[in-house]
Nanobody, 120 residues
Framework: QVQLVESGGGLVQAGGSLRLSCTAS????????IGWYRQALGKQRELVAV???????NYADAVKGRFTVSRDNTKNTVALQMTSLKPEDTAVYYC??????????????WGQGTQVTVSS
Protein backbone atom coordinates (compact mmCIF):
# COMPACT_ATOMS: atom_id res chain seq x y z
CA GLN A 1 0.00 0.00 0.00
CA VAL A 2 1.45 3.35 -1.07
CA GLN A 3 0.20 6.38 0.81
CA LEU A 4 0.22 9.74 -0.89
CA VAL A 5 -0.19 13.05 0.93
CA GLU A 6 -0.78 16.26 -1.01
CA SER A 7 -0.33 19.84 0.07
CA GLY A 8 -0.34 23.29 -1.48
CA GLY A 9 -3.83 23.87 -2.83
CA GLY A 10 -5.80 27.05 -2.29
CA LEU A 11 -7.47 30.07 -3.84
CA VAL A 12 -5.67 32.16 -6.42
CA GLN A 13 -6.64 34.81 -8.95
CA ALA A 14 -6.51 34.10 -12.66
CA GLY A 15 -2.99 34.54 -13.95
CA GLY A 16 -1.48 33.53 -10.63
CA SER A 17 0.63 30.56 -9.62
CA LEU A 18 0.42 27.69 -7.16
CA ARG A 19 2.69 24.81 -6.31
CA LEU A 20 1.36 21.43 -5.23
CA SER A 21 3.46 18.82 -3.52
CA CYS A 22 2.92 15.13 -2.87
CA THR A 23 4.92 12.90 -0.56
CA ALA A 24 4.86 9.15 -1.05
CA SER A 25 5.22 6.66 1.80
CA UNK A 26 7.88 4.72 -0.05
CA UNK A 27 10.65 5.35 -2.49
CA UNK A 28 9.46 6.80 -5.76
CA UNK A 29 12.10 4.62 -7.41
CA UNK A 30 9.73 1.71 -6.74
CA UNK A 31 6.85 3.31 -8.59
CA UNK A 32 5.99 2.63 -12.20
CA UNK A 33 4.34 6.02 -12.54
CA ILE A 34 3.66 9.06 -10.38
CA GLY A 35 2.03 12.38 -11.02
CA TRP A 36 -1.19 14.37 -10.94
CA TYR A 37 -4.80 14.10 -11.99
CA ARG A 38 -7.65 16.52 -11.41
CA GLN A 39 -11.41 16.40 -11.19
CA ALA A 40 -13.62 19.43 -11.68
CA LEU A 41 -17.13 19.51 -10.29
CA GLY A 42 -19.42 17.42 -12.43
CA LYS A 43 -16.61 16.16 -14.66
CA GLN A 44 -14.53 13.02 -14.92
CA ARG A 45 -11.10 12.77 -13.39
CA GLU A 46 -8.45 13.62 -15.96
CA LEU A 47 -4.71 13.37 -16.29
CA VAL A 48 -2.76 16.56 -15.67
CA ALA A 49 0.89 15.47 -15.69
CA VAL A 50 2.40 12.08 -14.99
CA UNK A 51 5.89 10.61 -15.01
CA UNK A 52 5.67 7.24 -16.72
CA UNK A 53 8.10 4.33 -16.64
CA UNK A 54 11.19 5.30 -18.56
CA UNK A 55 10.95 8.82 -17.12
CA UNK A 56 8.76 10.15 -19.92
CA UNK A 57 6.17 12.75 -18.95
CA ASN A 58 2.61 13.02 -20.18
CA TYR A 59 1.00 16.44 -19.97
CA ALA A 60 -2.61 17.25 -20.72
CA ASP A 61 -2.85 19.55 -23.74
CA ALA A 62 -4.76 22.07 -21.59
CA VAL A 63 -1.77 22.59 -19.27
CA LYS A 64 1.21 22.32 -21.62
CA GLY A 65 3.46 25.33 -21.32
CA ARG A 66 1.83 26.42 -18.04
CA PHE A 67 2.32 23.50 -15.65
CA THR A 68 5.54 21.70 -14.83
CA VAL A 69 5.81 18.41 -12.97
CA SER A 70 8.98 17.48 -11.13
CA ARG A 71 10.12 14.75 -8.81
CA ASP A 72 12.72 14.35 -6.11
CA ASN A 73 13.51 10.69 -5.60
CA THR A 74 15.66 11.46 -2.56
CA LYS A 75 12.64 12.90 -0.78
CA ASN A 76 9.97 10.67 -2.36
CA THR A 77 8.09 13.70 -3.61
CA VAL A 78 6.46 14.89 -6.79
CA ALA A 79 5.49 18.50 -7.33
CA LEU A 80 3.27 20.38 -9.75
CA GLN A 81 4.17 23.99 -10.47
CA MET A 82 1.16 25.74 -11.96
CA THR A 83 1.47 29.14 -13.61
CA SER A 84 -0.85 31.36 -15.65
CA LEU A 85 -3.76 29.73 -13.91
CA LYS A 86 -7.22 29.97 -15.44
CA PRO A 87 -10.67 29.59 -13.91
CA GLU A 88 -11.03 26.33 -15.85
CA ASP A 89 -8.12 24.92 -13.84
CA THR A 90 -10.38 24.91 -10.79
CA ALA A 91 -10.61 21.33 -9.55
CA VAL A 92 -9.59 18.89 -6.87
CA TYR A 93 -6.06 17.79 -7.69
CA TYR A 94 -5.05 14.24 -6.84
CA CYS A 95 -1.62 12.75 -6.51
CA UNK A 96 -1.44 9.43 -8.33
CA UNK A 97 0.96 6.53 -8.22
CA UNK A 98 1.19 3.22 -9.98
CA UNK A 99 3.20 0.27 -8.72
CA UNK A 100 4.09 -2.88 -10.59
CA UNK A 101 4.66 -5.88 -8.33
CA UNK A 102 6.90 -8.87 -9.01
CA UNK A 103 3.92 -11.00 -10.09
CA UNK A 104 3.12 -8.41 -12.77
CA UNK A 105 0.12 -7.12 -10.82
CA UNK A 106 -0.35 -3.39 -11.16
CA UNK A 107 -1.91 -1.33 -8.39
CA UNK A 108 -3.07 2.26 -8.47
CA UNK A 109 -2.98 4.65 -5.51
CA TRP A 110 -4.52 8.06 -4.93
CA GLY A 111 -4.00 10.86 -2.46
CA GLN A 112 -6.90 12.48 -0.65
CA GLY A 113 -6.97 15.42 -3.03
CA THR A 114 -6.35 19.13 -2.62
CA GLN A 115 -8.68 21.87 -3.83
CA VAL A 116 -7.42 24.46 -6.30
CA THR A 117 -9.77 27.36 -6.99
CA VAL A 118 -8.95 30.02 -9.58
CA SER A 119 -11.08 33.15 -9.46
CA SER A 120 -11.69 35.31 -12.50
Amino acid sequence: QVQLVESGGGLVQAGGSLRLSCTASESTFNLNAIGWYRQALGKQRELVAVFNSGATINYADAVKGRFTVSRDNTKNTVALQMTSLKPEDTAVYYCYAEKLYSDATKYYFWGQGTQVTVSS
